[in-house]
T-cell receptor, first 114, second 113 residues
Framework: QQQVKQSPQSLIVQKGGISIINCAYE??????FPWYQQFPGKGPALLIA?????SEKKEGRFTISFNKSAKQFSLHIMDSQPGDSATYFC?????????????FGRGTQLTVWP | EPEVTQTPSHQVTQMGQEVILRCVPI?????FYWYRQILGQKVEFLVS????????KSEIFDDQFSVERPDGSNFTLKIRSTKLEDSAMYFC???????????FGEGSRLTVL
């Protein structure tokens, strides 16, 4: 049973372009939605997170859009850079924070060409 | 910057052997976790630990698995009798408190032959 579905599996974007990764969930009890960035040989690192009381959160070039009625959320990376090349995971929790178990999506491997 | 440290970085073992993966969480953190990632697949929750006891465990965390915080700093994951399907990257993570950021270690790669 896949709690969080993530797409696409891989994404290739030109430098300066917009990278968009989408996630969908079924469990309406989820109330915390973080995105993690993982470089090869490293552990996942928190990039940005959102709670369902807001529809959008922006931090620098990274924006989460959240659609509660559609049970979908997405990560937008503006002005994508080669240094953004990594694997991105969306996740969800039903504890309103990182204290509860996180359900991860399958990941998106982003490649940004210079 | 404080970090979660894990040892060993890579361990190769024979099927049926016991394995202990070690983690040193960030010093003032109170909640501890193990996740695993089979090659090319998603990160999966194994167990959470708070106040010296398991808070939650997943269906993966069966009787072959155990966790311990023996000395107030180390946090260990023991797999009693490894199986081929236990081959994965195991990540330790910790968080200080509610609304805190979850920090992951760099992982311990376990290869079971």
């Amino acid at each position: 049973q896949q709690q969080v579905k993530q797409s696409p599996q891989s994404l290739i974007v030109q430098k300066g372009g917009i990278s968009i990764i989408n996630c969908a969930y079924e469990n309406t009890a989820f109330d915390y939605f973080p995105w993690y960035q993982q470089f090869p040989g490293k552990g996942p690192a928190l990039l940005i997170a959102i709670r369902p009381d807001v529809s959008e959160k922006k931090e620098g070039r990274f924006t989460i859009s959240f659609n509660k009625s559609a049970k979908q959320f997405s990560l937008h990376i503006m002005d994508s850079q080669p240094g953004d090349s990594a694997t991105y995971f969306c996740a969800a929790s039903d504890r309103g924070s990182t204290l509860g178990r996180l359900y991860f999506g399958r990941g998106t491997q982003l490649t940004v060409w210079p | 910057e404080p970090e979660v440290t894990q040892t060993p970085s890579h361990q190769v073992t024979q099927m049926g052997q016991e394995v202990i993966l070690r983690c040193v969480p960030i010093s003032n953190h109170l909640y501890f976790y193990w996740y695993r990632q089979i090659l090319g697949q998603k990160v999966e929750f194994l167990v959470s630990f708070y106040n010296n006891e398991i808070s939650e465990k997943s269906e993966i965390f069966d009787d072959q698995f155990s966790v311990e915080r023996p000395d107030g700093s180390n946090f260990t994951l023991k797999i009693r009798s490894t199986k081929l399907e236990d081959s994965a990257m195991y990540f330790c993570a910790s968080v200080r408190a509610l609304a805190g950021e979850l920090f992951f270690g760099e992982g311990s790669r376990l290869t079971v032959l």
